[in-house]
Protein backbone atom coordinates (compact mmCIF):
# COMPACT_ATOMS: atom_id res chain seq x y z
CA UNK A 1 0.00 0.00 0.00
CA UNK A 2 2.39 2.74 1.05
CA UNK A 3 4.72 1.41 -2.44
CA UNK A 4 1.48 2.25 -4.45
CA UNK A 5 1.04 5.57 -2.59
CA UNK A 6 4.88 6.55 -3.33
CA UNK A 7 4.26 5.83 -6.39
CA UNK A 8 1.52 8.61 -7.34
CA UNK A 9 2.69 11.03 -5.26
CA UNK A 10 3.96 14.34 -6.82
CA UNK A 11 4.08 17.68 -5.90
CA UNK A 12 1.43 20.01 -6.79
CA UNK A 13 1.17 23.73 -7.19
CA UNK A 14 -2.30 24.27 -8.71
CA UNK A 15 -5.17 23.12 -6.07
CA UNK A 16 -9.09 22.82 -6.31
CA UNK A 17 -10.59 25.23 -3.64
CA UNK A 18 -12.31 22.99 -2.18
CA UNK A 19 -12.46 22.27 1.59
CA UNK A 20 -10.30 19.57 3.09
CA UNK A 21 -12.88 17.66 5.70
CA UNK A 22 -11.74 17.58 9.30
CA UNK A 23 -11.13 14.66 9.93
CA UNK A 24 -9.55 13.89 7.23
CA UNK A 25 -7.45 16.88 8.42
CA UNK A 26 -7.41 14.92 11.90
CA UNK A 27 -6.10 11.69 10.17
CA UNK A 28 -3.39 13.77 8.14
CA UNK A 29 -2.10 15.08 11.82
CA UNK A 30 -2.59 11.38 13.58
CA UNK A 31 0.02 10.07 10.91
CA UNK A 32 2.49 12.80 12.09
CA UNK A 33 1.96 12.16 15.91
CA UNK A 34 2.70 8.82 15.43
CA UNK A 35 6.21 9.66 13.43
CA UNK A 36 9.66 8.06 15.34
CA UNK A 37 12.11 10.31 17.01
CA UNK A 38 15.35 9.93 18.37
CA UNK A 39 14.96 8.99 22.25
CA UNK A 40 10.96 9.41 21.82
CA UNK A 41 11.40 13.19 22.71
CA UNK A 42 9.06 14.25 19.83
CA UNK A 43 10.74 17.63 19.37
CA UNK A 44 7.91 18.77 17.33
CA UNK A 45 4.33 20.91 17.19
CA UNK A 46 2.21 20.97 13.77
CA UNK A 47 0.68 24.37 12.80
CA UNK A 48 -2.40 24.01 10.77
CA UNK A 49 -3.54 26.88 8.68
CA UNK A 50 -6.70 27.10 6.94
CA UNK A 51 -7.14 30.93 6.83
CA UNK A 52 -6.94 32.11 3.39
CA UNK A 53 -5.38 35.48 4.44
CA UNK A 54 -2.89 33.78 6.53
CA UNK A 55 -1.87 31.23 3.77
CA UNK A 56 -1.82 34.36 1.48
CA UNK A 57 0.87 35.92 4.29
CA UNK A 58 2.84 32.98 4.68
CA UNK A 59 3.24 32.64 0.42
CA UNK A 60 4.77 36.31 0.75
CA UNK A 61 6.99 34.94 3.69
CA UNK A 62 8.45 32.31 0.95
CA UNK A 63 10.10 34.66 -0.85
CA UNK A 64 7.22 35.80 -2.73
CA UNK A 65 5.72 31.95 -4.32
CA UNK A 66 2.58 32.78 -5.39
CA UNK A 67 0.90 29.32 -5.60
CA UNK A 68 0.97 28.82 -2.01
CA UNK A 69 -1.89 31.29 -1.73
CA UNK A 70 -4.29 28.32 -3.96
CA UNK A 71 -4.25 26.11 -1.56
CA UNK A 72 -6.91 25.69 1.01
CA UNK A 73 -4.68 24.21 3.20
CA UNK A 74 -1.12 24.10 5.00
CA UNK A 75 0.74 22.63 7.66
CA UNK A 76 3.73 24.33 9.23
CA UNK A 77 5.54 21.62 10.83
CA UNK A 78 7.83 23.40 13.65
CA UNK A 79 10.82 22.04 15.98
CA UNK A 80 12.40 22.81 19.00
CA UNK A 81 14.79 24.81 19.19
CA UNK A 82 17.89 22.79 20.85
CA UNK A 83 20.02 24.95 23.57
CA UNK A 84 23.41 25.13 23.39
CA UNK A 85 24.72 22.16 25.43
CA UNK A 86 27.99 20.02 25.31
CA UNK A 87 26.55 16.34 24.60
CA UNK A 88 24.67 17.50 21.49
CA UNK A 89 28.09 19.23 20.19
CA UNK A 90 30.03 16.52 21.68
CA UNK A 91 27.68 13.81 19.12
CA UNK A 92 28.08 16.29 16.25
CA UNK A 93 32.05 16.08 16.71
CA UNK A 94 31.64 12.44 17.14
CA UNK A 95 30.37 12.27 13.45
CA UNK A 96 32.11 14.94 11.69
CA UNK A 97 35.42 14.08 13.59
CA UNK A 98 37.38 16.50 11.24
CA UNK A 99 35.07 19.85 11.56
CA UNK A 100 35.67 19.56 15.32
CA UNK A 101 37.18 23.00 15.72
CA UNK A 102 34.30 24.24 13.88
CA UNK A 103 32.17 22.59 15.44
CA UNK A 104 33.29 23.46 19.19
CA UNK A 105 33.61 27.38 18.42
CA UNK A 106 30.66 27.92 16.60
CA UNK A 107 28.89 30.98 17.11
CA UNK A 108 25.98 29.93 20.34
CA UNK A 109 22.79 31.20 18.39
CA UNK A 110 23.81 29.87 14.83
CA UNK A 111 24.45 26.64 16.77
CA UNK A 112 21.24 26.55 18.22
CA UNK A 113 19.57 26.95 14.79
CA UNK A 114 21.72 24.25 12.59
CA UNK A 115 21.27 21.57 15.31
CA UNK A 116 17.94 21.90 16.07
CA UNK A 117 15.95 18.91 16.01
CA UNK A 118 14.75 20.22 12.52
CA UNK A 119 15.98 17.53 10.55
CA UNK A 120 13.56 15.50 12.83
CA UNK A 121 10.64 17.02 11.70
CA UNK A 122 11.05 15.34 8.30
CA UNK A 123 10.03 12.00 9.47
CA UNK A 124 5.90 13.23 10.68
CA UNK A 125 5.70 15.38 7.38
CA UNK A 126 6.21 12.65 5.04
CA UNK A 127 4.10 10.74 6.87
CA UNK A 128 1.49 13.61 7.16
CA UNK A 129 2.29 13.45 2.83
CA UNK A 130 1.70 9.84 2.25
CA UNK A 131 -1.69 9.81 4.42
CA UNK A 132 -2.91 12.91 2.47
CA UNK A 133 -2.46 10.86 -0.68
CA UNK A 134 -4.78 8.23 0.90
CA UNK A 135 -7.49 10.62 0.95
CA UNK A 136 -6.75 12.04 -2.67
CA UNK A 137 -5.46 15.15 -1.48
CA UNK A 138 -1.63 16.22 -3.21
CA UNK A 139 1.04 18.55 -1.33
CA UNK A 140 3.88 20.01 -2.27
CA UNK A 141 7.13 20.13 0.73
CA UNK A 142 8.48 23.95 0.76
CA UNK A 143 11.80 24.83 2.58
CA UNK A 144 12.30 27.98 1.36
CA UNK A 145 10.75 30.50 3.46
CA UNK A 146 12.00 33.47 6.13
CA UNK A 147 11.78 31.33 9.32
CA UNK A 148 11.86 34.47 11.60
CA UNK A 149 8.33 36.13 9.63
CA UNK A 150 6.75 32.36 9.33
CA UNK A 151 7.35 32.30 13.44
CA UNK A 152 5.64 35.73 13.50
CA UNK A 153 2.63 34.77 11.45
CA UNK A 154 1.81 32.20 13.45
CA UNK A 155 3.22 33.39 17.16
CA UNK A 156 5.33 31.07 17.52
CA UNK A 157 6.70 31.16 21.40
CA UNK A 158 10.58 31.64 20.95
CA UNK A 159 10.85 27.46 22.04
CA UNK A 160 9.72 26.63 18.52
CA UNK A 161 10.74 27.22 14.51
CA UNK A 162 9.18 26.69 11.13
CA UNK A 163 10.91 24.05 9.59
CA UNK A 164 8.94 23.07 6.65
CA UNK A 165 5.91 23.88 5.21
CA UNK A 166 3.30 21.11 3.79
CA UNK A 167 1.17 23.15 0.93
CA UNK A 168 -2.23 20.49 0.84
CA UNK A 169 -4.92 20.21 -1.54
CA UNK A 170 -6.83 18.88 -4.24
CA UNK A 171 -5.06 18.79 -7.84
CA UNK A 172 -6.74 20.88 -10.19
CA UNK A 173 -6.14 19.47 -13.42
CA UNK A 174 -3.88 16.65 -14.36
CA UNK A 175 -1.26 15.50 -12.10
CA UNK A 176 2.29 14.09 -13.36
CA UNK A 177 4.57 11.79 -11.68
CA UNK A 178 8.31 12.31 -12.04
CA UNK A 179 10.39 9.52 -13.22
CA UNK A 180 12.64 7.76 -10.71
CA UNK A 181 16.13 6.71 -10.88
CA UNK A 182 16.41 2.73 -10.80
CA UNK A 183 16.90 0.75 -8.31
CA UNK A 184 20.32 -0.21 -9.64
CA UNK A 185 21.28 3.21 -9.87
CA UNK A 186 21.14 3.69 -6.18
CA UNK A 187 21.93 0.75 -4.17
CA UNK A 188 25.19 -1.11 -3.37
CA UNK A 189 25.80 -3.83 -1.34
CA UNK A 190 28.11 -3.88 1.57
CA UNK A 191 30.88 -1.59 0.03
CA UNK A 192 30.24 0.79 -2.64
CA UNK A 193 32.04 0.11 -6.24
CA UNK A 194 30.65 2.31 -9.09
CA UNK A 195 30.14 0.01 -12.28
CA UNK A 196 31.38 2.24 -15.22
Request: glycine share 4%; net charge neutral; hydrophobic share 40%.
Amino acid sequence: MIVDLLKKRCSVRNFKQDKIPQDTIDYIIEAGRLSPSGGNEQPWMFGIVNDKKLINSISIAAYNQKWISSAPLIIVLCTTIVEDERGARDIQVSRFPELKNEILTMNKALYNKLNSEEHQSKIPGTNMVLAALEHGIYSTWVSYFNVNEVSDLLNLPSLYMPSEILVLGYAEGETKVKIKKKKEEIVFVNSYNKIT
